[in-house]
């Protein structure tokens, strides 16, 4: 048995978006915070989703109204958080007259433009495919389309922000720690935490249970208390491939199960592809794309693109179960992404965060300790929807500025290295680049374009402890550089 941790106000069970959301909005406001995630941050959902920051067009259709105003007016307040590692996206929506009318498409459109307020996205429009960049990939049969405006995000790089903003308010953050029960115990909670160092317990004023597809799992194993609501676990796969088209515009396009996908422009030589939305039953922690979500991606990229996408061309996928509250609908697709909260004030609160999605993860946070912190005795105080995280403190939130600035600081440095590194780490790179003049500044090449001061950074600053920590979540490397450069980082790390 390790030595008891200190005594703390809030244990925040899960280091997903959610979870590390909670702990940054609470540490911001004087809380003692302890996070704790079995595994590594972004681990499993925060990392699997399709990389957006939207109000989700299609959840219209299903009069999500007041879902998607929330989802619309956060793409403001994240793009001026982390212009580093969110910027605008514009989608084009290729018209099929079967699917959906064109006065159906123009009204949602509308919507879409006015439900919350835009100061950064430009509106949608009409456009001629015949004549515009975008319709040059295109089969020829597609002549008329839409472009609208959302937002592209690194959601696992949005959570360790989260993360690295809530530790350096004070909370303590411990990566590969189960949380194996807790007890009600003289108006306080006690948990009890395992991890490879050994068990250890901890005295929490109260409880947030953000374990995403586990929350039902935690309530009914790990708590006294039984869930009202419940989570249904629908499968998201995504695909890689090499790049389909040259130009900077993404694409939604419809299919005739009236589901959508996105073909989107992702790490300069790839277009990724998803998603797919399947019912699933099996462990959370083990979701694979199979050989039929690959086919429907395929084909249905296939309709609209002039290459004939095939599934030997994948290079890489991903998938990943989105916890969602669970509703009556029959089709995965119309299940709501709204979330909602479970209070249980029966002694010390325990809160348990049920659905949600990445976009609307600070609202979720800043709803959830508007419940949470009166039962406290703490009185609220919203802070975050002005408050940058690590990176983001650039001058106007000006990135452009703020990479040009970098080519002058850093002149020995390869233009497209330096583009990595400022979408990365934004305003925060000078704490590991420092006054290094070259390459040769920076340790070891442990892998091509990865030495050993960025490793390090990664490793004592933000909790990276394996080669997947590093090359798929902390960066993309993974997609870049040979399959024995997994080995290399691994062995790098665990020599560390």
Request: glycine share 8%; aromatic share 8%.
């Amino acid at each position: 048995m390790s030595d008891l941790l200190q005594e703390c106000d809030l244990l925040v069970v899960g280091g997903g978006i959610n979870g590390t959301g909670i702990a940054r909005d609470a540490a911001g406001q004087g809380l003692s915070v302890l996070l704790v995630e079995q595994d590594d941050l972004a681990s499993h959902t925060s990392s699997s989703s399709t990389k957006l920051i939207h109000g989700g067009l299609r959840y219209l259709e299903y009069y999500e109204f007041s879902l998607v105003r929330k989802a619309l007016a956060e793409r403001e307040v994240l793009l001026a958080a982390a212009p580093h590692i969110m910027w605008p996206l514009r989608f084009v929506l290729p018209h099929e007259p079967h699917l959906r009318p064109a006065w159906m498409i123009r009204a949602g459109l509308f919507l879409y433009d006015h439900l919350a307020r835009r100061r950064r996205l430009p509106a949608s429009e009409a456009v001629d495919l015949q004549r515009h960049e975008a319709g040059a990939p295109l089969r020829t049969d597609h002549r008329r389309g839409f472009v609208y405006s959302d937002v592209w995000v690194d959601d696992a790089r949005l959570v360790v922000l989260n993360a690295l903003d809530a530790r350096e308010r004070g909370a303590r953050i411990l990566t590969r720690t189960r949380c194996t029960a807790i007890t009600r115990e003289d108006g306080t909670w006690t948990a009890a935490l395992a991890s490879a160092s050994g068990e250890q317990r901890v005295r929490a004023r109260a409880v947030v249970n953000a374990a995403g597809p586990w929350v039902g799992r935690f309530l009914d194993q790990s708590t006294p208390v039984r869930s009202r609501n419940s989570v249904r676990l629908v499968k998201g796969s995504h695909i890689i491939v090499p790049r389909l088209f040259e130009h900077p515009y993404a694409y939604i396009f419809q299919n005739v199960d009236r589901r959508i996908i996105f073909a989107i422009p992702y790490e300069h030589d790839f277009t990724l592809i998803g998603t797919t939305d399947v019912e699933y039953h099996g462990d959370a922690a083990q979701t694979a794309i199979d050989a039929d979500e690959v086919a429907y991606l395929c084909e249905l990229a296939t309709r609209y693109f002039r290459h004939n996408v095939s599934p030997t061309e994948v290079i890489w996928s991903y998938s990943g179960v989105r916890p969602l509250l669970e509703d009556e609908s029959s089709d995965p697709s119309s299940v709501t992404r709204d979330y909602s909260f479970e209070l249980d004030t029966a002694g010390a609160p325990l809160l348990s965060v049920f659905g949600g999605k990445i976009t609307t993860y600070r609202r979720l946070a800043e709803d959830a300790l508007a419940r949470l912190l009166p039962a406290l005795g703490v009185q609220h105080r919203s802070w975050t929807a002005s408050a940058p995280l690590p990176g983001g403190e650039m001058p106007g939130g000006d990135y452009a500025r703020f990479r040009a600035t970098l080519a002058t600081t850093y002149p020995g440095f390869a233009p497209r290295l330096l583009d990595r590194w400022a979408r990365t780490y934004g305003a925060r790179l000078p704490r590991w680049l420092g006054a290094a003049a070259a390459p040769s500044d920076l340790g070891a090449e442990v892998a091509e374009g990865l030495h050993e001061a960025e490793l390090r950074y990664l490793n004592e600053q933000e909790w990276a402890r394996t080669a997947d920590d590093v090359l798929w979540r902390r960066t993309k490397l993974g997609l870049h550089l040979p399959p024995d450069a997994a080995a290399a980082v691994g062995a790098w790390l665990a020599a560390l």
